[in-house]
């Protein structure tokens, strides 16, 4: 089972910046799809950016487009997501997932997930 592992997370303050990164114990994302999702305490699990398996193609909820980016590392078996202009609205505990499809932005289509990174954004 390959895992992933989210690291990167923390606190920031409003306005700032933080770099997520998620590395998978095998060459996943040179197969599949990817993405990042994240939640909050009694909320459901939101979408937030995917990239393509063969890196042609991103998606971002409305909500973090122009704000954040989302990447990829194949030689490091690796995805991250770049988070600008942090937004006291952004902090969430963040999810790296993988989709066997190309990419989704639909949470039920990714099979494997991370165990998550909490991010915090002072005011």
């Known amino acids: 089972q390959v895992q992933l592992v989210e690291s990167g997370g923390g606190l920031v303050q409003a306005g700032g910046s933080l770099s997520l990164s998620c590395a998978a114990s095998?060459?996943?994302?040179?197969?599949?799809?990817s993405g990042w999702f994240r939640q909050t305490p009694g909320k459901e699990r939101e979408f937030v950016a995917t990239?393509?398996?063969?890196?042609?193609?991103?998606h971002y909820a409305d909500s973090v487009k122009g704000r954040f980016t989302i990447s990829k590392d194949k030689s490091k078996n690796t995805i991250y997501l770049q988070m600008n202009s942090l937004k006291p609205e952004d902090p969430a505990v963040y999810y790296c997932a993988a989709t066997s499809l190309v990419a989704s932005f639909n949470e039920r289509e990714y099979n494997v997930w991370g165990q998550g990174t909490q991010v915090t954004v002072s005011s």
């Open positions: 095998a060459p996943i994302f040179s197969y599949y799809g």
């Open positions: 990239i393509s398996r063969f890196d042609d193609y991103t």
